[in-house]
């Protein structure tokens, strides 16, 4: 998927999430996106709703369930939260919901802030594949996708989707 296309899904998104910060009746939420990719698509996401307070950026390395299955990610980044989290909105943003695992890790990594009035899960992409009881609020796009099959978005600038049978074998989506 092209640039254009995410553009476009993510002016959905906004409006969507308008829609819905509308109807709970939230004034002045935060923002938290998830490394790497979801930190891309809510840097466009909090510029784009002109939201006050500063982004604030997870890395739930250290909080992952498969992390003594997996091992370490190599690329570690220091978690950034500018901001309170006791009794505040949060809108949480990753760009792609599968098995649900890495949307726990980020709720539990942000509980040790503090604890929120409510989280608003925004996914550029959510596919098959679900372990946890974990649902977005707000969605760009459900591909049908293969459980052989692979989405990751490239970026941060241009965004891209690309559909793989595996993370070295890729092809972009139209």
């Known amino acids: 998927m092209q640039a254009e296309a995410i553009d476009g899904l993510i002016g959905e998104m906004v409006q969507a999430l308008k829609t819905r910060l509308e109807v709970q009746q939230v004034k002045d939420p935060v923002m938290i996106g998830i490394h790497t990719g979801g930190v891309w698509l809510a840097e466009r ?12 950026t997870l ?17 570690v980044k220091p978690s ?18 599968q098995t649900g695992r890495t949307i726990r890790a980020a709720m539990n990594e942000i509980f040790d802030y503090g604890r929120p009035a409510s989280i608003i899960l925004a996914t550029l992409v959510e ?10 609020s707000v969605v760009g796009v459900r591909p049908p996708l ?23 074998e890729t092809r972009e989506t139209s």
Do not use: C, W
């Not at 293969?146 to 070295?168: M, R, V």
């Open 45 to 56: 996401l909090h510029s784009q709703l002109a939201i006050q307070q500063p982004l604030g």
């Open 59 to 75: 890395d739930i390395s250290f909080y992952r369930d498969d992390f003594t299955r997996i091992g370490m990610n190599p690329k």
């Open 80 to 97: 950034q939260i500018p901001f309170e989290v006791e009794d505040r909105h949060i809108i949480l943003v990753d760009d792609v919901l």
């Open 127 to 136: 596919r098959s594949g679900r372990e946890l009881p974990i649902q977005p």
């Open 146 to 168: 293969t459980n052989e099959q692979q989405i990751t978005l490239t970026g941060p600038d241009p965004l891209k989707l690309i559909i793989g049978t595996s993370k070295q």
